[in-house]
DNA sequence: GCCGTTTTCGGCCCGACTGTTTTCAGTCG
């Protein structure tokens, strides 16, 4: 684990700790927002306290203490304050925090009175009955945390994006589909991109609630309701994803869905330039303070702004913000949003695998699905010899693949196709075919496939040798993290990043959403850095171009343009690139 | 704990829902 994971850990748990022990709330919410900020910083702190001390300073929600405490960290791997205040509860105590349902207080009342100490001691104390006595427990309260305490045994992880959209969006058409809802949208993390998403948060524009509810909460695909209300439902589906629904009056649409997109700390931001606007910002409406404590939507006061997202941002100074910069990431200063790239602005694909290697289409389908597509141009990469797993292609294989393609290539008109390779990056840095042999490709992607666990070291001098390889155009999923199954590399991205930049060779998105490899922060270091980004599917089926959308959500959070991608640069630009590299051929057809 | 174009002290977002309550505490987002 980074140094940056392993502390924003530590600061998740401190807070845990001061909450439970009755701390004040915004010390607890501090540590929290100090978590997130290291848990999306590209920087290794780790680095930045050696090399730039002063910039980790300048970080806005890091005060002087949390600095302290991360240098304490660096140093000797711990954090005193955290060894202290976690020795004032017993050991598993904090893991009863993430039962749902059981917030702070209750957690320490089933310590202080319950004899709860951890998940262990919760499961005995509720079958003996011996939380029955204790205030507030009732039959229902105590049924309600023995499901969540069983729900929370067999739950995963977080919902990786690719899994969560496509859920979403059946239920988005679906709600659409009925009377009387004129909008649905998803909101939440999943309308900002993120790569994992904690539930799906949904939200229609009705003014006949109702009859929404009932078909939300007894839709097939529903486990448990777990909440159910007038206007608010969540249930659990049979997966175990967890989706929120709510319903607002289609004149409070834009203030909803500004308000259930998040993110937090995005939306703190939004009520504060509210506040100093002398107005107030809730789920309804941008309202002026009239000084009145009753809000403002339960007295009839008519909202200044509140049907779209966009006239609210207008009225608090502002110019529309992209939901997937809405992370407090310096979007208010630098809206990107109008030079953002988008799914139009992406020419071609290249990186994709054929029946050759592991993937499913032929030379053929592969050409006429990107042509369907729209795209100018394909190159196809097929595995290489080391990846055996995948069926990778000898040097021999690789030779007579590369006379299909061309041929395929000649018949089928109206697209530039590449003849490429997916190249190991050898755990030394050395790639899995020979100069002589890469030299007769057109396209090269190199990527780590093998000893993913090696040091930051290795892994570092791993992909600069990759870097400095000339017949290389892309790293290709450059960490080989998969989504909750393993980390990856770890390399020092500074150092990667500036070589790539030099080199002029691009950086890859993945789009396949188990990957999303690099990540949105190193997507953003390396887009600042001055490298070039390449957006591939890594199509290894037809279906697998839809991917696209994923890696295209992982660019925009990261503020990429078109321009820094070398998928959506014009034909001549993209040509002028690749031919730079190494001794690339420029195509017969072109 | 963090922050500052009135501030180095005094604020820091707020509403829906549940369960246990006779008026509200706790959780969640």
Not at 123 to 136: F, I, T, W
Not at 324 to 338: A, I, P, Q, V, W
Not at 480 to 506: D, F, Q, S
Request: charged share 25%.
């Amino acid at each position: 684990m980074s140094a940056n994971a392993s502390i924003a850990t530590l600061f998740n748990q401190i807070a845990d700790a001061l909450e439970v022990l009755g701390e004040n709330q915004f010390k607890v919410m501090a540590h929290r927002k100090a978590a997130r900020i290291l848990e999306d910083l590209s920087d290794d702190v780790a680095e930045l306290c050696k090399s730039d001390p002063d910039k980790l300073k300048s970080i806005d929600g890091l005060g002087a203490s949390s600095v302290q405490k991360i240098q304490e960290f660096v140093a000797t791997g711990k954090i005193k304050a955290h060894d202290e205040v976690l020795a004032k509860l017993p050991p598993g105590l904090i893991d009863v925090l993430r039962v749902p349902g059981l917030g702070p207080k209750t957690v320490k009342l089933l310590w202080d009175q319950g004899g709860v100490t951890d998940l262990t001691t919760l499961k005995s104390q509720l079958a003996s009955g011996a939380l029955e006595k204790l205030p507030r427990m009732g039959a229902k309260t105590l049924q309600n945390i023995a499901e969540n305490l069983a729900f929370l045994e067999t739950a995963g992880d977080r919902a990786r994006l690719g899994d969560a959209m496509p859920i979403a969006e059946t239920f988005v058409t679906q709600l659409r589909a009925i009377k009387g809802v004129t909008q649905a949208e998803f909101a939440g993390s999943l309308r900002r991109g993120r790569e994992t998403i904690g539930d799906i948060d949904l939200l229609v524009a009705t003014e006949h609630p109702a009859p929404v509810m009932q078909y939300f909460c007894s839709h097939p695909l529903v486990a448990k309701v777990l909440v159910s209300g007038d206007t608010k439902s969540s249930v659990r589906l049979n997966n175990g994803m967890q989706v929120d629904l709510r319903a607002v009056p289609a004149m409070n649409w834009g203030a909803a869905l500004l308000y259930f997109t998040g993110s937090k700390d995005h939306n703190v931001i939004l009520r504060e330039r509210a506040i100093e606007r002398s107005m107030r910002l809730n789920e309804y409406g941008l309202f002026a303070d009239d000084g009145d404590e009753t809000p403002p939507q339960q007295r009839g006061v008519k909202p200044v702004a509140s049907k779209t997202e966009q006239e609210i941002y207008i009225k608090l100074g502002l110019e529309w913000i992209a939901p997937e910069l809405r992370e407090s990431h310096g979007e208010f200063d630098n809206n990107l949003t109008k030079h953002l790239v988008c799914a139009g602005d992406i020419r071609r694909e290249l990186h994709c695998h054929t029946t050759a290697s592991d993937g499913f289409l032929s030379i053929e389908q592969l050409i006429e699905t990107a042509k369907s597509r729209g795209f100018d141009a394909i190159a196809i990469t097929d595995h290489s010899r080391s990846s055996a797993q995948a069926n990778g292609l000898s040097v021999e294989r690789l030779r007579e693949h590369a006379a299909n393609i061309r041929a395929a290539s000649a018949k089928i008109k109206g697209i530039h196709v590449l003849v490429g390779s997916e190249v190991d990056i050898l755990a030394d840095g050395h790639l899995d075919y020979p100069d002589d042999v890469l030299a007769e490709l057109d396209w090269v992607v190199a990527s780590p496939h093998t000893a993913l666990k090696q040091t930051p070291e290795a892994a570092t001098a791993r992909l600069l040798a990759a870097i400095a390889n000339p017949f290389v155009h892309v790293i290709g999923h450059p960490t080989g993290r998969i989504l909750n199954g393993r980390p990856g590399l770890e390399p020092n991205m500074k150092l990667v990043i500036a070589a790539a930049a030099k080199a002029g060779v691009a950086l890859e998105i993945n789009c396949n959403p188990a990957r999303l490899d690099l990540r949105d922060a190193l997507v953003r270091a390396a887009h600042e850095g001055g490298a070039m980004i390449s957006i591939n599917t890594d199509a290894h089926d037809g279906e697998h171009f839809d991917f696209l959308r994923y890696g295209i959500l992982t660019a925009r959070r990261a503020g990429l343009t078109a321009a820094g991608c070398v998928n959506a640069w014009p034909w001549k630009q993209f040509e002028t690139w690749r031919l730079s590299r190494g001794r690339a051929k420029s195509l017969k057809n072109s």
